[in-house]
T-cell receptor, first 117, second 114 residues
């Protein structure tokens, strides 16, 4: 039973356009959400995060939106660049709801983003 | 500064053999996590260590898997009597403390059990 779901295994976007990656979760105890980017043969790299007390966090070209009522978050990349081509993982933890003792991350299966020049 | 390092980067072994994977966390990081990623799957939590507290072993898939950590430094993940379904990328991550939001990952060890 997947607690974090990324229903799109792949996404193709033209350079300069917006990339929107989606993630759904089922566990209402999750209070912290992260996006990681992964290139082949490398470990995941932290991209951006959001806590459940916010609904938006922005860092340069990357914005994460959180809709708690829908248990849905999304990552927007604008403008998309060819170097953004990678697998993007959504991850969640019940970081604060268990007093910091549930810091292990629950990952989705990832979405492979291809940005075409 | 140096990131999380893991060794070996690749390991091919025969079914039934034991393997040992190593992780060097970022200096000063008290929390250390092991995950694995099987082909086509997301990352799967295995175990985590926080300082000198008892590790959270809730993600270990069987008693063939064990891990140790010396203080707040190196950790080793041992898989005994490897099976073909153990083939995966084993990833280690560390964070400043268990309440720290961001985990930093190493490059992983690619294990192939023949």
């Amino acid at each position: 039973d997947q607690q974090v779901k990324q229903n799109s295994p792949s996404l193709s976007v033209q350079e300069g356009r917006i990339s929107i990656l989606n993630c759904d979760y089922t566990n209402s105890m999750f209070d912290y959400f992260l996006w990681y980017k992964k290139y082949p043969a490398e470990g995941p790299t932290f991209l951006i995060s959001i806590s459940s007390i916010k609904d938006k966090n922005e860092d340069g070209r990357f914005t994460v939106f959180l809709n708690k009522s829908a248990k849905h978050l999304s990552l927007h990349i604008v403008p998309s660049q060819p170097g953004d081509s990678a697998v993007y993982f959504c991850a969640a933890s019940a970081l604060w709801n268990y007093g910091g003792s549930q810091g292990n991350l629950i990952f989705g299966k990832g979405t492979k983003l291809s940005v075409k020049p | 500064g140096a990131g999380v390092s893991q060794s070996p980067s690749n390991k091919v072994t025969e079914k039934g053999k034991d393997v040992e994977l190593r992780c060097d966390p970022i200096s000063g990081h008290t929390a250390l996590y092991w995950y694995r990623q099987r082909l086509g799957q997301g990352l799967e939590f295995l175990i985590y260590f926080q300082g000198n507290s008892a590790p959270d072993k809730s993600g270990l898939p069987s008693d063939r898997f064990s891990a140790e950590r010396t203080g707040e430094s190196v950790s080793t993940l041992t898989i005994q009597r490897t099976q073909q379904e153990d083939s995966a990328v084993y990833l280690c991550a560390s964070s400043h403390n268990q309440g720290s939001e961001t985990q930093y990952f190493g490059p992983g060890t690619r294990l192939l059990v023949l």
